[in-house]
């Protein structure tokens, strides 16, 4: 007989069994937890790279500024067409002014992705506004929204995305005409022309700028504004004022938009085209000579 004996249970189990499988299961138990552990180290990574692509920081492709005012007969824009990535350019030949409907005009400087996709979300309110069936969408004689109602629409947009740290960094210039309403009106439209920026601040004004407008045409608009300017006169102040920029702003540049809102014609946007600057270097100011230089051109 083999003098190793073992104790077994009433089934024939042997007793030392329960004991050789516990470091097993102990085993199992840890690379259950350390894979756990893993996921959950892998699922948070995830979420902080998708909140980081989704969250705009600062503006990478942007626009410089726009200039507008109210004349005669309705309101003029304009903007020059390039972008900087930076500073460098990154194109000379991109509009910044979006016609919506024929009738309202928005424009914008700033982060040119997030301009997109306001005209986007702009596009999408419109159709669902005046639309009023199926038929209605290749109706030309549907309702179109008023110019007021769609800055105040933008006005709830950027402060809401604002508000979420995740802001549209533009400043957006709405221009277009509101309808008469009430018993004393006089039966015309009237122009409507006001600016919405990133934190969703309003300003309705006959006269804007936005980016380095603000600083350096503003000033320029107030001093030879009226309100009975004819179309030529209110054309060659925002020239005067976007070649003021192209000197004074190295982000923008000679080549520029006009844009117009009348109630005949509805939203005009011209051709880019250039400014014509051949002899202004040529002026007092910007030949005085500075440091004790006599008559050098030195600055």
């Known amino acids: 007989a083999s003098a190793t004996t073992h104790t077994t249970h009433a089934h024939g189990m042997p007793s030392s069994l329960p004991v050789a499988i516990s470091p097993l299961l102990r085993r199992l138990a840890s690379t259950w937890i350390i894979t756990a552990l893993a996921a959950a180290i892998f699922a948070s990574n995830a979420r902080i790279g998708t909140m980081a692509t989704k969250h705009t920081t600062r503006p990478i492709v942007t626009g410089t500024s726009v200039v507008g005012l ?6 003029l824009l304009a903007a020059d067409t ?3 990535y930076g500073s460098m350019v990154k194109s000379f030949q991109t509009p910044r002014m979006k016609a919506i409907q024929g009738q309202i005009l928005l424009a914008a400087s ?14 999408a309110l419109c159709l669902e506004e005046t639309t009023e069936s199926m038929t209605s969408i290749y ?3 549907s309702r179109t929204i008023p110019a007021r109602n769609v800055w105040n629409y933008l006005r709830a947009v950027l402060y809401r995305k604002r508000s979420q740290m995740n802001p549209f960094w533009n400043t957006v210039v709405v221009a277009g005409l509101q309808p008469p309403s009430g018993a004393d009106s006089d039966g015309k439209a009237k122009p409507f022309l006001g600016t919405v920026d990133k934190l969703g601040t309003t300003l309705q004004e006959p006269l804007v700028a936005t980016g380095f407008g603000a600083y350096l045409a503003l000033p320029l608009m107030r001093e030879h504004w ?13 020239e005067d004022c976007m070649k003021v920029l192209f000197f004074r ?3 923008a540049s000679a080549r520029i938009q006009l844009a117009k809102v009348t109630e005949d014609g509805g939203v005009t946007i011209s051709e ?7 002899n202004a270097w040529s002026a ?16």
Request: aromatic share 8%; with cysteine.
């Open 70 to 75: 109210q004349y005669k007969d309705g309101i």
């Open 249 to 251: 702003d190295c982000r």
């Open 110 to 123: 700033g982060e040119y992705s997030d301009f997109q996709e306001i005209c986007q979300q702009v596009d």
């Open 139 to 141: 109706d030309d004689d």
């Open 82 to 84: 390039m972008l900087s």
């Open 226 to 238: 009226r309100p009975d300017l004819e179309e030529g006169e209110a054309r060659a102040l925002l």
């Open 284 to 299: 007092p100011s910007l030949q005085r000579a500075v440091g004790d230089l006599s008559g050098d051109g030195g600055w």
């Open 272 to 278: 880019p085209y250039e400014l014509d600057h051949s």
